[in-house]
Every structure is written in structure tokens, then in C-alpha cells.
């Protein structure tokens, strides 16, 4: 079954510092996509970015990136210069395999506090 | 920009009461669906709606319903509420073909 595990409940880092969130996965489907969304105390959950199995690059919008290990099953989330308008929970997740490929599976999150 | 909207961020309701909550979008997306938000156990899907008066069962639609009649508009109903539907509810929409899901703002749901 599918299964995203994020190890880190919560986590601090000083503003402007690059700070990485981790995030692993496992499917038996060859072909999957990795989100990362970002939910601010407001309570809206905001698209990040997104990655494809097959995408040769590591996908990167602005200052945040996706490093992306195949092998490895991981997609952690790096934010560079992190900013105090940062601090939210954040959440990876799978498109869903076959029949499910419409829905996205989540995991736990990682509330992230960036100390100014 | 995609605009999802929840008609309510919090909500108080007493045990056995019927409740509704209310989704619309703007940008015209097939896809519609329903997530309850828990802490340590992330979103998890309730119910999907791909098309007007269309709809599929998530992971756990137990003790739910819902209701497509526009293509803007989807609902979730909890038929008899129940304490152990306090939660978060999130609804999101996204393009027939594409993954990326648009998400509103949330309904903070307290059951009584």
C-alpha cells in the first residue's frame, strides 16, 4: 500500500538559514507524482511544488526546492533564506496509484518554526 | 487564481444534529473533493466528485454524504453528528487531468 512518512513533527530554524524537511514514500507504482504544501495557521493548504517520477531534475519554484532521490524513495523539501512568514506545517504527499491516481495520499506533516 | 471557498470557518454543533458544509469553486474544475484534517494523521479522504451528480468513496466516508447538483458546488453532509467527527474539514478542486488540488481555507467543525 501506499505510504508517505514524514519522521519530523516539528522542527526550528534561524531566519534566513536553509532548513530541510524530510519525507519518504513507498508505492508500487512505476509512474507517481510528489507534492509539498504548505499550511499556514490560517488553516489553507498552499501548493509548494511538484515532482514526477520520470522528471530527469530536481523540480525547484523560487526558494523552495525538491530533492528528489529515486533510490532512496525520499522527496524532502529545501527552503533557502528562510523567512519568519515561513513558519507553518507542512505536508507531502503521493498522487494516488491506478485506479486512485486522482486522489493524493499525505502524510503526518512537519510544523516548522523559523526563529528571527 | 484559483479561489476554493468554504462557507464557514468554524462551526459548533450538538450531537445527532444534521450539518452541511458547503464548497464552491471558481475555476471551473471537474474535480471536487473532501479531506478531514486530524493532528499526527494528516488529511485523509472522505468523498471525490468528478463530474455534476457524480461522486466516489475516499478512505473513510463512514457517517458522511455528499452532493454534487452544480459543477461549482459540492457538499458534505454528516447525517447524525457525531463527537468523533470533530475535526478539520478541508475541500479542494482540481482540473480533470491535472494532480495539482486547489484547497479553501477550512471548516473547523466541533461536535457536541
Known amino acids: 500500500a501506499q505510504k508517505i512518512t514524514q519522521t519530523q513533527p516539528g522542527m526550528f530554524v534561524q531566519e534566513k538559514e536553509a532548513v530541510t524537511l524530510d519525507c519518504t514514500y513507498d508505492?508500487?507504482?512505476?509512474?507517481?507524482?510528489l507534492f509539498w504544501y504548505k499550511q499556514p495557521s490560517s488553516g489553507e493548504m498552499i501548493f509548494l511544488i511538484y515532482?514526477?517520477?520520470?522528471?530527469?531534475q530536481n523540480a525547484t519554484e523560487g526558494r523552495y526546492s525538491l530533492n528528489f532521490q529515486k533510490a532512496r524513495k525520499s522527496a524532502n523539501l529545501v527552503i533557502s533564506a528562510s523567512q519568519l512568514g515561513d513558519s507553518a506545517m507542512y505536508f507531502c504527499?503521493?498522487?494516488?496509484?491506478?485506479?486512485?491516481?486522482?486522489?493524493?495520499?499525505f502524510g503526518s506533516g512537519t510544523r516548522l518554526l523559523v526563529r528571527p | 487564481d484559483v479561489k476554493v471557498t468554504q462557507s464557514s470557518r468554524y462551526l459548533v454543533k450538538r450531537t445527532g444534529e444534521k450539518v452541511f458544509l458547503e464548497c464552491v469553486q471558481d475555476m471551473d474544475h471537474e474535480n471536487m473533493f473532501w479531506y478531514r484534517q486530524d493532528p499526527g494523521l494528516g488529511l485523509r479522504l472522505i468523498y471525490f466528485s468528478y463530474d455534476v451528480k457524480m461522486k466516489e468513496k475516499g478512505d473513510i466516508p463512514e457517517g458522511y454524504s455528499v452532493s454534487r447538483e452544480k459543477k461549482e458546488r459540492f457538499s458534505l453532509i454528516l447525517e447524525s453528528a457525531s463527537t468523533n467527527q470533530t475535526s478539520m474539514y478541508l475541500c479542494?478542486?482540481?482540473?480533470?487531468?491535472?494532480?495539482?488540488?486547489?484547497f479553501g481555507a477550512g471548516t473547523r467543525l466541533s461536535v457536541l
Open positions: 508505492t508500487s507504482d512505476p509512474s507517481y507524482g
Open positions: 504527499a503521493m498522487r494516488g496509484e491506478m485506479d486512485s491516481s486522482y486522489k493524493l495520499i
Open positions: 515532482q514526477g517520477s520520470y522528471d530527469q
Open positions: 479542494a478542486s482540481s482540473p480533470a487531468a491535472a494532480n495539482i488540488q486547489y
